[in-house]
C-alpha cells in the first residue's frame, strides 16, 4: 500500500509524538493486527500516516492508558468499524474497563488516605504527641486491611 494521499501526513516520529505511543509500539500495533497497515511513502516506503489514522491511533492511545489489554483493543476496533451493529460488544468491553478503572481509583484514594495518615502521624511523632500518633497508627493499620487483595 503507497501513499497518493492528498490531506495531511505524518511520519511515524510525528505520530509518535502526537499520541503519546513510541514508535516501536506503533509498528507493533500494525504487526498484530489493532490497527490496520499503514500506507507506505511511494519513494521511501516509510510509514505515512493520514489524519483518519491519528484519530484512530489517539483513540487507541486512550484505551491503552486505560490499561485495555492488546487483545481488547483489538476488538474494539474491529468491532468499530462493523457500526452499530456491533454497539453490544463495545458497550460491554468498555463497561468492564469502567468498572476496573473504578476499582483502580478507590484503591488510590485509599492508598492517597494512608500516606496522609503516615504523613500526620509522623508530625505527630516529631513533636512527641504519642496519643494522636498512636491514633493515626490504629487508623492506618485498619486501612492496610481494606488495601489486602481479596483471597
Do not use: F
Request: charged fraction near 30%; proline fraction near 3%.
Amino acid at each position: 500500500m503507497t501513499a497518493d494521499i492528498g490531506e495531511r501526513t505524518y511520519t511515524i516520529k510525528e505520530a509518535a509524538a502526537l499520541t503519546g505511543l513510541p514508535a516501536s509500539t506503533l509498528r507493533y500495533y500494525e504487526s498484530i493486527g489493532v490497527i490496520a497497515p499503514v500506507a507506505r511513502g511511494e519513494s521511501s516506503k516509510h510509514r505515512v500516516y493520514t489524519d483518519a489514522d491519528m484519530n484512530l491511533l489517539i483513540g487507541v492511545a486512550c484505551l491503552a492508558a486505560t490499561g485495555m489489554s492488546v487483545d481488547d483493543m483489538r476488538h474494539y476496533v474491529k468491532n468499530g468499524r462493523l457500526g452499530p451493529a456491533a454497539a453490544e460488544q463495545q458497550i460491554a468491553l468498555l463497561a468492564e474497563r469502567a468498572e476496573r478503572l473504578a476499582e483502580e481509583a478507590r484503591l488510590i484514594r485509599l492508598r492517597r488516605k494512608y500516606v496522609k495518615l503516615k504523613i500526620d502521624y509522623w508530625r505527630a511523632a516529631s513533636v512527641g504527641d504519642d496519643t494522636e500518633a498512636e491514633r493515626l497508627a490504629d487508623e492506618a493499620r485498619s486501612l492496610v486491611k481494606q488495601l489486602r487483595p481479596a483471597r
